[in-house]
């Protein structure tokens, strides 16, 4: 019984192989070349490629910015400091 079993699944897999408009398998086996399914499809590939590259960049470039600009916003900060010199040692500050 279970040899029966799996000789039919296997032999309904082997049918779906061999004809790909039933098993609907991808645009590019079913849609033939240049149809506006298969443009459709490249297109929606090319999207789902570039959407994690695009998100990505954009945070790397936020960071990039906001690091720029507490860099300069820190430089500004020190020019506009009054040096003090502190004195560790008692001897050295005069009292």
Request: hydrophobic fraction near 50%; include cysteine; charged fraction near 15%.
């Amino acid at each position: 019984m279970k040899l029966k079993a799996l000789l039919g699944l296997i032999g309904a897999l082997a049918l779906l192989v061999y004809l790909p408009a039933v098993a609907n398998a991808c645009a590019v086996c079913w849609a033939g070349d240049g149809g506006p399914i298969d443009n459709a499809f490249n297109w929606s590939v090319l999207f789902l490629m570039a959407a994690p590259y695009t998100v990505v960049g954009c945070i790397a470039t936020w960071l990039f910015c906001t690091y720029r600009r507490s860099a300069t916003k820190r430089a500004e900060n020190e020019a506009k400091q009054l040096p003090v010199h502190l004195a560790l040692n008692p001897e050295d500050s005069g009292r």
